[in-house]
Structures are given as structure tokens and as C-alpha cells.
């Protein structure tokens, strides 16, 4: 009993619970968004009929096939990916640019082998290319 006690107080674990609850509530506020404002934008440019491709349907061989609800599930997954894109995404990756400017460089690429290796080094650990070292910042 205390190794499943351990499993479920792992950390990981309680963040993965987290971002569930965050992502289900995420994706509800998602849905409410295209329903309820990107849907009938749509409709309003369209000429007032908001798009619904749910009666969509051909037979073969006496089977029907019902791909206008699939339309409209595919339309719905493109404007949510495309709303967490814009407001989600983009957002966070200037956020890490910014806070990436500042970083002080403390890597660099071998000539030889293309190795990630450390500025200082004067020799690659990886195919042992001598290399001539970063210049020292002298303080000032």
C-alpha cells in the first residue's frame, strides 16, 4: 500500500492531474468560444445561415455515409488549434525568446562533428578536434 501511496504523491503525477482539469476546462472554454462567437461570424459573413454540415450524407450500396458531422468536427479541431496557436503558442514562445535573450551563451558547436561541446573547451570531447578557445570577457 505505501508504493501506491508513493506513486500517486509523485509529483509529476499531481501536475499531470493538473493539466488535465486545466486542459478538459481549456477545451470547454474553446468549444463555448466557436459555438458561440466564431460559428456565427462565419454564418454572418457567409450571408446570415450559420455552417452546419451535420445533414451531409451519400449512399453506397444501400450503406449511408454521414460525412457532414465529420465536416463539422474537422472545422471545429482546425479553429481550436488555430485559437490555441494565436493565443497560447505564439504568446508563450515570445515569452521564452525574451527571457532566452538574455542568457548568456555557455555552448557552442564543434567545427568538426557538429558536437554541442562548452565555450571554454579547447578540445571536442566527442571526435577530440583541437579548437581554439572563446576569448576570455575580461571584467570590467
Known amino acids: ?4 501511496k ?15 482539469v486545466v486542459g478538459a476546462t481549456f477545451s470547454g472554454l474553446i468549444q463555448a468560444l466557436v ?11 457567409t450571408g446570415g445561415k450559420q455552417p452546419d454540415f451535420s445533414a451531409y ?6 450503406s449511408e455515409f454521414k460525412y457532414g458531422d465529420f465536416v463539422n468536427h474537422v472545422l471545429t479541431f482546425l479553429i481550436i488549434a488555430a485559437v490555441i496557436y494565436w493565443l497560447v503558442v505564439m504568446p508563450m514562445n515570445r515569452l521564452i525568446s525574451l527571457f532566452d535573450r538574455n542568457k548568456e551563451t555557455t555552448e557552442k558547436e564543434c567545427p568538426e562533428c557538429l ?9 571536442c570531447a566527442f571526435c577530440t578536434a583541437e579548437l581554439t578557445p572563446a576569448p576570455e570577457s575580461s571584467p570590467a
Do not use: Q, W, Y
Open 1 to 4: 500500500m505505501s508504493g501506491f
Open 57 to 62: 450524407s451519400f449512399t453506397i450500396n444501400g
Open 115 to 123: 558536437s554541442t561541446i562548452p565555450v571554454r573547451a579547447r578540445r
Open 35 to 45: 459555438a458561440d462567437l466564431i460559428t456565427p461570424l462565419i454564418g454572418a459573413v
Open 6 to 20: 508513493k506513486f500517486l504523491m509523485r509529483g509529476n503525477l499531481v501536475e499531470l492531474a493538473v493539466a488535465v
